[in-house]
Every structure is written in C-alpha cells, then in structure tokens.
C-alpha cells in the first residue's frame, strides 16, 4: 500500500516516525502516541527472533519502531475497534503485514494455547491513573488510554506473566508514582525486576517517566540506570534523544555511556 492508495478518515492524517522513512496513522480525535511510545521501543531488550507482543497497542506506534530492531513476529493487541484499525492500516502502510499483526481484541481475555501462544518479548504502554484519582472526562479515546477503564495495571502484569515464556521479558513505561505497585506486581507474578531507568524533563527536576524491564521467573538483581534527560538547558532534545527520533541509534543506551 502506497501512501497514495492509504483511505484515511476525514479526521486522520499522517505523520513520519523519523526513521526507516516510517509512516503512521494519527487523528486528534484518538489518543496520539507521544515520547513514551517512542522510550519504551527503544529501552526494551529485544530478541533477534522469535515472537514479541505489544500490549495496549493503541495507533501501532511502538510494534511498527520494534520492527526496526528485530526480525522477530510482532503482536499488537488493542481493544478499541477504532485504534487496532487505524494500527492495521498504518502496518500496510509501511509494508510490513507478513511481520506485524494487529489483533483488536481484550487483553484480560487472551490465553496460551500451545507453545505459539508463549512470547520471548512483551511490552506495554498502559493507561497510567486509575479511576480512583479522578473521573476520566475526555472523549473515551483518550479516556481509555489514560485511565485504567479497559484494564488495570494487575490486568497488564498478570496478562504478560501468562504469555511470556521462562525467561522472557516484560518492558514497562509508566508514571514514577506507580513504581512500588508495578514492582510489587511484577514479583507477584513471578515477573523479576532487572532495569529500571528514570526519564526526567530536564535534569532539575523530578521523574516523569520510569522504564522498566523483567525477567519471568529470573532471579534477584535489579540494575538501576543512569537517568535520561529529555531536554537541554535551551529546551533542546539531548544528543541521545535526538539520535534515536532521527535513526541514529536503534536504541537508548544501556547505561555503560551514561
């Protein structure tokens, strides 16, 4: 499918990745991707192969930036009709259904069935606040994705636990808030914490972002990383933000340069 060819709704357009000459869906009617998305595929360690799974996938942000690190079989879950269509079309877009596939559906639902079912990988953006802090006032696009209405963050860890073969990986954006929560669950469900690196705005101020990364059924021994930094004092990305949006680099670093 060209960019040509691509049937957008009256209120959708698109937007370039920034790399691999990547194109994407978006609508500011939806929840459109943000700095997080992009974090969390280039945190995660992925393997050369096998099956990786993107939960909350939203517009497919985060399955279609994973594609340019591995060779592995990408799962997107989604469970807004409007999203998961939006996320299959922008996989067209960009020629990659024979290594993406978006399945719209609810992730407290999904089961292994045999040994295709286990996953080396999973990652997941999800909604960040309960609905104990607030009622969610937006359209129910964004409500969905910033509220836990569709699922909770249990839902999310006891989904990844399901799927994820020994050894596999769970890759976590969140809010430093739900630090204790999301560390507590994990180990609930056998889901042993190994990276975490916190994302702050400038280097003053506090984490607005963590990043976490597990082990199903490792053992004890948690890295915590040098801090990123998103912004220069003159409200520029730092050179490691600017060279993973651009393509430079593939991956945020992994602690060894800082």
């Known amino acids: 499918m060209t960019e040509d060819s691509v049937m957008l709704e009256p209120s959708e357009r698109l937007d370039y990745l920034l790399t691999h000459d990547m194109r994407i869906i978006q609508s500011d009617e939806v929840f459109s991707f943000s700095i997080d998305a992009v974090l969390l595929a280039r945190f995660v360690s992925l393997p050369p192969r096998g099956r990786v799974l993107d939960l909350c996938t939203g517009n497919g942000v985060i399955p279609l930036l994973l594609s340019t ?105 969140h809010r430093p808030a739900r630090l204790t929560d999301i560390l507590d669950l994990m180990r609930r469900y056998k889901l042993e914490p190994k990276r975490i690196r916190f994302v702050h705005s400038r280097i003053d101020t506090e984490a607005n972002m963590v990043l976490v990364e597990a082990i199903r059924n490792g053992k004890p021994d948690v890295r915590l990383l040098p801090p990123l930094i998103v912004y220069t004092d003159t409200n520029e990305y730092v050179e490691e933000l600017n060279d993973i949006y651009y393509g430079r680099r593939s991956e945020l670093r992994n602690g060894d340069h800082g």
């Open 69 to 173: 690190r591995t060779s592995a079989h990408i799962d997107g879950i989604e469970i807004q009709p409007r999203l998961a269509n939006m996320a299959q079309r922008s996989v067209q877009l960009n020629g990659l259904e024979s290594r993406i596939e978006i399945k719209q559906g609810d992730l407290k639902e999904l089961m292994p069935e045999g040994d295709k079912s286990y996953y080396d990988c999973i990652t997941v953006n999800p909604p960040y606040m309960p609905l104990t802090t607030g009622e969610a006032k937006e359209n129910t696009y964004k409500a969905m994705a910033r509220h836990e209405i569709g699922c909770t963050l249990e839902d999310v860890i006891a989904c990844a636990a399901r799927l994820l073969q020994t050894g596999g990986k769970l890759a976590m954006v």
